[in-house]
């Protein structure tokens, strides 16, 4: 059973940066692509970045491009996102999962389904502008 706990949230203004992390347990993550997901209030849950377990195809979505990076850490398990120049239509609820490769280590198709592991709680960011 893997357990994904997110956390770095937090309150900001807008242009400012903030790194979130997700640590995983239970598994081992070196085998599945990876993404950070966001959901604001009323919304659907949407993916912003993810990274195929290689490292070698990466996504973003067209809103955040340029702005937000992930990374992932094999010995420690954990994932990263580093979300800088950050807008107020960025607040919602992140939290990490794994993301669907179109195939082994290939580009990754930006869908939120079929959940793979359960939702950790999510870490908020709220932006101030």
């Known amino acids: 059973q893997v357990k994904l706990v997110e956390s770095g949230g937090g309150l900001v203004q807008a242009g400012e940066s903030l790194t979130l992390s997700c640590t995983a347990s239970g598994r081992t993550l070196s085998h599945y692509s990876m993404g950070w997901f966001r959901q604001a209030p009323g919304e659907e849950r949407e993916l912003v970045a993810a990274?195929?377990?290689?490292?070698?195809?990466?996504y973003y979505a067209d809103s955040v491009k340029g702005r937000f990076t992930m990374s992932r850490d094999e010995a420690k398990n954990t994932l990263s996102l580093q979300m800088n120049s950050l807008t107020p239509e960025d607040p919602a609820v992140y939290s990490c999962?794994?993301?669907?490769?179109?195939?082994?280590?290939?580009?990754?198709?930006?869908?939120?389904?079929?959940?793979?592991?359960?939702w950790g709680q999510g870490t908020q960011v709220p932006v101030s502008s």
């Open positions: 990274m195929s377990h290689t490292g070698r195809n990466t």
């Open positions: 999962n794994a993301a669907h490769p179109d195939s082994v280590d290939g580009p990754i198709v930006p869908q939120t389904a079929p959940v793979t592991f359960a």
